[in-house]
């Protein structure tokens, strides 16, 4: 079993930032990478951003594109998401993932985190 656990999150103003750090327990044997996901009130889950396990490779949502940025610890198995110029559009719970990141589909992730919350203000 993987465990993997969140921090970071909260209440922002618009145009604000935050930043959302996640640590895994261990990797697994087919899995490529961590990355975010993101759910926001009844809207379904949406891919956000992943990176590879050396950090060569990242992939981004084009909603957040050019303002989250997405770096990973490969000997701590920790993975940050550095989120600037936060909108009313960014509000929803982000979990953190590991697995092939080459996929953007939920249902392809295993391994979840228990969420956190990101509340952007006007």
């Known amino acids: 079993q993987v465990q993997l656990v969140e921090s970071g999150g909260g209440l922002v103003q618009t145009g604000g930032s935050l930043s959302l750090s996640c640590s895994a327990s261990r990797r697994t044997f087919s899995s490529t990478g961590m990355g975010w996901f993101r759910q926001a009130p009844e809207k379904e889950r949406e891919f956000v951003a992943a990176?590879?396990?050396?950090?060569?490779?990242?992939s981004y949502a084009d909603s957040v594109t050019g303002r989250f940025t997405i770096s990973i610890d490969m000997n701590d198995l920790a993975v940050s998401l550095q989120m600037n110029s936060l909108n009313s559009e960014d509000t929803a719970v982000y979990y953190c993932?590991?697995?092939?990141?080459?996929?953007?589909?939920?249902?392809?992730?295993?391994?979840w985190g228990q969420g956190t919350q990101v509340t952007v203000s006007s």
């Open positions: 993932v590991l697995g092939r990141v080459s996929l953007r589909a939920p249902g392809s992730y295993t391994y």
């Open positions: 990176i590879t396990w050396d950090g060569s490779s990242t």
